[in-house]
């Protein structure tokens, strides 16, 4: 059965105002902070370790992958259509499975077709997921194996103006300048890329975990 992208999202991601509402944290009333030093407040070192966010960018990439490689007939998709129509209804996990079973397998699925079915979408997202490292990996490289490699060649020629006379100072400053310069770009491509990381990675981990716990109530619920 073909699904397309606002079906396929809509098995997946909460309601956007649930979503906005937890990544947007409350203003807190206080003392107004002292103005900051514009050059350091102009871009902010990323955080070691900080978790990245859902967004709507990296979980609609996805979800455009999951369309294109939708298997034909009923599969996991569909079976987790299934699974959601019943979450209000008053019954216990394994009766949900069950029961969204019974309608999928009036249809033809099988638990090991579900089973596969879904290892087949999480192949899927983790091909975007190498998709995805290897365009940072370029970035990387466009934007700061360059730049580190020109503060290198700058760096021995401060060291060679260092020894000529006093009419090259003026010189040698310009460098220094060109220098500052480059490692602003990058701190601040590093910044972008952290944070791009991190978001992706929210995203993917989001949409794996929902369908391996599936995948695990299944292998348990389905025999």
Known sequence: MAFDFKKIKSLFVVEEANLNAKQEAPAKKGKTPAPADPKKAATPAPAAGEPGK???KFTEILFHALEKSNLP???YLEYRQSLLSLEKMPMEEKVRYQSAFAMAQAMGATPQKLVESAAHYVDVLKGEEAK???ALANQEASKIQG???KIDLLNRAIQEKA???KRLTQEMEQHHQEMEKL???IHEAT???ETTKNNF???YNLLVSQILKDVENMKSYLK
Do not use: H, K, Y
Request: no cysteine; proline share 4%.
């Open 132 to 134: 995805f490292e290897q």
């Open 201 to 203: 990675l929210a995203s």
């Open 147 to 149: 730049r580190r490699q």
């Open 163 to 165: 020894e000529q006379v």
């Open 73 to 75: 007939g009923v599969d």
């Open 191 to 193: 910044a972008s890329m």
């Open 183 to 185: 490692q602003q770009d």
């Open 54 to 56: 859902v967004t709507p």
